[in-house]
């Protein structure tokens, strides 16, 4: 073990690590893409088949991550050196690539959420999804945008900058707490509505016909955003696995993450459906902008929307930063460990690139589109796909010893760990990556 090595940071507690990778877990991905992937995919059959994927995919696979991380005590480039033969020496690049574009947007739309939360105490939000429409695409793009973007980037030099357990530690034991309470307190509130129960029929109740005629395309959306909301196919979980010790029992770890962040996800249906039904608003309506003008409309138009809509942007963007924390993470944790640089100069020296990446979705919504599409639709699965594949069948002697480290002998538990990520995670992603390439 090199000096370097020895002096790596860990979580100072079990509950630090679980908040941090919760933290990542539950961020835009939960508020912002989920209610508008359900609406497209037609509401109750889409969350369906993401349920079921969340539970047989994404345990299997979020295991997959840690056992790497923490086997290698690594960044996912120099994980991939130190266990991959061959051409699987350099999987861990696709991470790096999956982080630039990923984030480069993400502090945009972050962006966006913070400028909301401000126009809900300000001006207001428009009423009309007309009208709504028109102020989401003057705040959306230009020069507005990219400076709250800059300020999201900001945020997280300030957070990253100061390390595992004193920036990234701290600032999710506060976040996530405080978003749990809010999702709770709007979905109790949004119940009152008046179209809360037309909502939850078409939340909550599925039609399996529709299912059967659209899943070409409710596969691949329900599987990519497994992935997302999980944050896999990242690299972000085997990096902060990475900095574990032995001694904890991964897949109840696992659990709770997983636990916390489809929780997050139903309650936050349980919020936007019904507003969009009480104003009317088909939540079909696909795009990126969905929450940003159909919602915001939707609060527009309610007693006290402003205020209440602010409360529901700032805890968009609280999640979106301790996920946002996590990505920058990764580079960062590579660029200290194979390259030797200082934290600060390396979070400092990513975020601005990160800038400068941003600069081009921030201009133009059409080109954040396409990078959110590629990356969930293409880099994602394919980063899920390469590790799951190496790991599942040419590392599985040790990857099983490493998930029985802290857990005592697994027996048949980890043989039908390994055979389910070996064949229903690979098959799923396999096909969803083609179907995703496809269209
Ligand atoms: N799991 C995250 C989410 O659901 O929002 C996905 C993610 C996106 C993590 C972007 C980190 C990130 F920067
Ligand atoms: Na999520």
Request: contains cysteine; hydrophobic residues 55%; charged residues 10%.
């Amino acid at each position: 073990m090199s000096s370097l090595e020895a002096d790596r940071e860990q979580w100072s507690t079990r509950a630090g690590f679980v908040l941090a990778a919760v933290g990542s877990a539950v961020g835009l991905g939960n508020i912002w893409r989920f209610p508008f992937v359900t609406g497209e995919g037609g509401g109750a059959g889409f969350l369906l088949v993401y349920l079921l994927f969340v539970a047989s995919i994404g345990l299997p696979a979020i295991l997959i991550e840690f056992v790497v991380g923490r086997r290698t005590r690594s960044n996912p480039i120099g994980a991939f050196e130190r266990i991959g033969t061959g051409v699987w020496r350099y999987v861990g690049w696709v991470f790096v690539v999956t982080t630039f574009v990923i984030m480069s947007y993400y502090s945009v739309v972050a962006g966006w959420t913070i400028r909301y939360t401000i126009l809900g105490l300000g001006e207001g939000y428009a009423t009309d999804p007309g009208a709504a429409g028109e102020q989401f695409l003057t705040l959306a793009q230009g020069v507005e945008a990219m400076a709250f973007h800059a300020l999201f980037l900001l945020v997280i030099v300030a957070i990253v900058g100061l390390g595992i357990r004193r920036g990234i530690e701290v600032a999710v034991k506060v976040m996530m707490p405080a978003i749990v309470l809010i999702v709770a307190g709007l979905a109790v509130w949004a119940a009152t509505l008046d179209g809360a129960s037309a909502a939850y029929a078409y939340y909550l109740s599925p039609d399996f016909g529709s299912i059967a005629a659209d899943w070409t395309s409710i596969l691949p959306a329900a599987a990519g955003q497994a992935f997302y909301t999980l944050s896999l196919g990242f690299g972000i979980m085997i990096t902060y696995a990475s900095y574990l010790g032995e001694d904890r029992n991964l897949i109840e770890d696992a659990a709770i993450i997983i636990g916390f962040d489809t929780a997050i996800a139903l309650a936050v249906g349980l919020v936007v459906f019904p507003i969009l039904f009480t104003a009317g608003i088909d939540p079909g309506d696909p795009g990126v902008g969905a929450i940003f003008i159909t919602l915001a409309a939707a609060f527009g138009g309610l007693t006290a929307g402003g205020l209440v809509g602010a409360v529901f942007f700032l805890t968009v963007a609280v999640a979106a930063l301790s996920s946002a924390i996590s990505l920058t993470e990764v580079v960062v944790a590579y660029a200290i460990d194979e390259r030797g640089m200082g934290r600060l100069r390396a979070t400092a020296l990513v975020c601005a690139a990160l800038f400068v990446l941003g600069l081009g979705p921030a201009y133009d919504i059409v080109l954040l589109e396409l990078y959110d599409g590629f990356a969930d639709g293409v880099l994602l699965l394919l980063g899920g796909l390469l590790v799951t594949a190496y790991v599942a069948w040419g590392w599985s002697e040790e990857a099983i010893e490493e998930l029985e480290a802290g857990i005592g002998h697994l027996d048949r538990l980890g043989t039908c760990w390994i055979w389910l990520a070996r064949v229903p995670v690979l098959v799923v992603v396999a096909v969803s990556l083609a179907l995703g390439v496809v269209e």
